[in-house]
């Protein structure tokens, strides 16, 4: 319906984290976050303001110290391990600098592993569908080949697709183009906004590229374990 803002699949509530040690290292220091479906955030900061960190914990690869963290309306601090496994391999996906892949499987086969993972096999309504995706993205070449045999760009549009494989609600990217050309990176980044916008997944990226960063919906900067808006102004004279 027209005025009805879209559901949050992401909201944290004075997000904090501290490393424990003979000196503890706090990292972030509150951090209020809310992301609708389907929109497309990116997160800019120096290197060590916390930025993966608040990736991990959103995708309850780390846990806060203090603070509320919701994951598509739930709480995940009441989720069991059985209930956290289903979080990251359901409702969360994730994209690494580094693709990941297996290098004894084929394209089509690391695309569909986690729904491998997931149930055994995939239908062959889903193998259909990832395949589609895969064709979509300019892979339809190289659906039996192996990591080794493509390119950076290719090995990481795979990986993507591979994120996508169980439909899940969020997606999280660290540096997902800090390994690639420009020409390649500005493909992934297209590849990410084109799925966010077509099936409604929700993006989160983290990046160093602030071409593509000011590209996103909304630009969050973290800096010393706090996170703020940029502004219009800043967006757009973002180098």
Request: proline share 4%.
């Amino acid at each position: 319906m027209i005025g009805v803002p879209a559901r949050l699949v992401i909201e944290t509530i004075s997000l904090k984290k501290t490393y424990p040690g003979k000196v503890p290292t706090p990292v972030l220091f509150g951090i209020d976050l809310r992301v609708a479906a389907g929109e497309f955030v990116s997160i800019i900061g120096q290197s060590g303001s916390g930025k993966s960190t608040l990736l991990n914990i959103l995708g309850a690869l780390d846990v806060p110290t203090e603070g509320l963290v919701k994951i598509d309306g739930v709480d995940i601090s009441t989720l069991t391990e059985d209930g956290l496994a289903v979080l990251r391999s359901q409702v969360v996906g994730f994209v690494f600098q580094a693709h990941f892949l297996l290098e004894e499987l084929t394209c089509l086969e690391n695309a569909v592993l986690p729904i491998t993972i997931r149930k055994g096999s995939a239908t062959p309504e889903e193998t259909e569908w990832i395949t589609s995706l895969l064709v979509r993205v300019g892979l339809g070449g190289q659906l039996h080949k192996y990591p080794d045999t493509m390119s950076g760009g290719e090995n990481q549009r795979c990986a993507i697709v591979r994120a996508l494989a169980n439909r899940p609600r969020i997606v999280l990217a660290d540096e997902p183009t800090g390994n690639l050309d420009s020409h390649s990176g500005e493909e992934v980044f297209r590849l990410m906004r084109q799925m966010s916008s077509e099936i409604g997944i929700a993006f989160v990226m983290v990046t160093h590229d602030e071409r593509l960063a000011r590209a996103a919906d909304r630009v969050l900067s973290i800096e010393d374990g706090l996170m703020r808006s940029l502004s219009k102004e800043e967006h757009e004279v973002m180098a």
